[in-house]
């Protein structure tokens, strides 16, 4: 059956259902008798089958329908039940009431947690993936923030020129500011130079003014003979007299 | 057909062939395998958070090197779990009504804890032989009661879990017997019995999972005084 069902896979493979291709496709793996081209598997269902009163497969149900009808399987069951009761070969004792305690207990477990303890399962599962989805969505989110901060960096290139008139105009200026300080700084320092020569010519007449009256005096001391000091101190005493003459007369 | 009430009790065989072996791997079936799948069905997603559960409570306690004990642990609270609970469905046979069983279980376990103990941190482990604090006259006494008690934990342990088991599948024979004999004649008084072995059975579904968690738990803290 398998190797008919190789070179035929993998349509043939899929029109069975899903647990038992996948059972084929173990099946056929260890023959190594073509290269396996068996992929892609249709993917295994998500929940399991359809169950009546939680122990029976709907399968039975519809397998029996064609000829005995909707009622056709409780009948059986019925039917089976009363003849294993009435030929004694389910014989009733102290274990038949025992079982009908622990079945009531289990029923009634079932029916009253069953939705919660399924709900929960559910949720452990739903979590899961909110956990990886979030993550998902976290990188998604991320990208898209870098991708408007790319766009507004791009907005920002178009205004590049301005910026760098701007830059050119505060660097031009910082020039010319320098330029002028050292300009000043120049016209001082030749300006010192020249005070310090014109002082230096000041100086030098300055001194030669001096020294010239000092040699002057000298000579003019030195050239006083006695004589003449003596005419000059008998001239000064007959001024004194006349003066002293006319100021009596004055007074 | 039982004639007396303890052929239940009795280490199933078929042909001559034990299968007490069967009767041991059984609970295994019931638990699937968790397949390679990332979101698994309920059964599988609900089997994995509870072993988380139990390993977590079970491991908490306990430093690095006692981590080496989860498998076992957990794999045991696993085994008793769905045995003592599989046991109270009718015509089923129990493992762990056979003492031989338990003891099997609980000598080893109890013996590797003690070697641990005692191979790696001797005095430590001989110290917990003397409770803190009690008077010096008293030192003799208390240290024999201490040896006693540390020497009969296996025996306890597994006289305990098969006399919980076993009395409580006792009464529950009993007690429907009882229900059952009394049906024709005062059903009145039978239906009262039917009332008490319901409760009863509420009792042993308890009792099955209570008795599996603690002789794990006595194992875990006979680990934590001696690793």
């Known amino acids: 059956l398998t190797r008919s069902l190789v070179p035929s896979a993998p349509a043939a493979l899929r029109a069975l259902p899903p647990p038992v291709a996948v059972g084929v496709l173990h099946t056929t793996r260890p023959l190594h008798t073509t290269q396996q081209s068996l992929a ?26 064609p000829k005995t009808g909707v009622t056709g399987p409780y009948m059986l069951g019925t039917g089976l039940l009363l003849y ?6 389910y014989v009733i004792n102290h274990e038949t009431v025992a079982a009908a305690c622990i079945l009531t207990v289990i029923i009634y477990g079932i029916k ?12 452990l599962n739903e979590e899961k993936m909110a956990a990886a989805v979030a993550m998902k969505n976290e990188a998604i989110q991320t990208l898209q923030t870098a991708i408007e901060e790319e766009k507004k960096e791009q907005w920002r290139v178009e205004g590049r020129s301005f910026l760098f008139d701007a830059k ?84 | 057909m039982n004639l007396n009430f303890f052929d239940q009790f009795s280490s199933p065989s078929l042909l001559g062939i ?47 090197k006692g981590h080496k004990w989860a498998l076992i642990l957990t794999s045991l609270m696993m085994f008793l779990l769905l045995t003592n609970l599989l046991g109270l469905l009718p015509y089923t046979f129990t493992p762990t009504t056979q003492l031989s069983m338990n003891l099997a279980l609980a000598f080893p376990l109890w013996l590797a804890t003690l070697l641990t103990g005692l191979r790696n941190q001797p005095s430590v482990s001989l110290g ?100």
């Open chain 2, 18 to 64: 034990p299968l007490i072996l069967i009767a041991m791997v059984f609970p295994a079936l019931l638990l699937p395998s968790p397949g390679n799948r990332w979101i698994n069905n309920r059964l599988s997603t609900l089997q994995l958070w509870f072993i988380n559960l139990i390993t977590k409570q079970l491991m908490i306690p306990l430093d690095k």
């Open chain 1, 112 to 123: 009253k947690f069953g939705a919660d303890v399924a709900a929960f399962a559910d949720k």
């Open chain 2, 128 to 227: 917990h032989l003397l409770p803190e604090g009690t008077p010096t006259l008293l030192i003799p006494a208390l240290i024999l009661i201490e040896t006693t008690s540390l020497l009969i934990r296996p025996l306890a342990l597994g006289v305990r879990l098969t006399a919980n088991l076993t009395a409580g599948h006792l009464l529950i024979q009993l007690i429907s017997t009882a229900t059952t004999t009394l049906m024709t004649t005062m059903p009145v008084v039978s239906l009262l019995t039917l009332a008490v072995l319901l409760l009863l059975t509420i009792l042993e579904v308890a009792v099955a999972m209570i008795q599996a968690y603690v002789f794990v738990l006595l194992l875990s803290l006979y680990l934590q005084e001696n690793i």
């Open chain 1, 168 to 251: 050119r105009n505060n660097i031009a200026m910082l020039l010319e500011t320098n330029y002028r300080e050292r300009l000043l700084m120049v016209y001082n320092e030749v300006k010192k130079r020249l005070d310090y020569q014109v002082a230096m010519q000041n100086l030098r007449r300055q001194k030669e003014q001096e020294h010239m009256i000092q040699w002057v005096e000298k000579n003019v001391v030195q050239s006083i003979t006695p004589q003449q000091q003596k005419e000059s101190i008998a001239k000064c005493i007959l001024d004194l007299k006349a003066l002293s003459k006319s100021a009596h007369a004055a007074v």
């Open chain 1, 84 to 89: 294993f009761l009435s030929k004694e070969i």
């Open chain 1, 40 to 65: 892609p598997l249709p993917p295994l269902p998500e929940k399991g089958g359809e169950v009546r009163h939680g122990l029976i497969p709907e399968e039975f149900f519809q397998f029996l329908y």
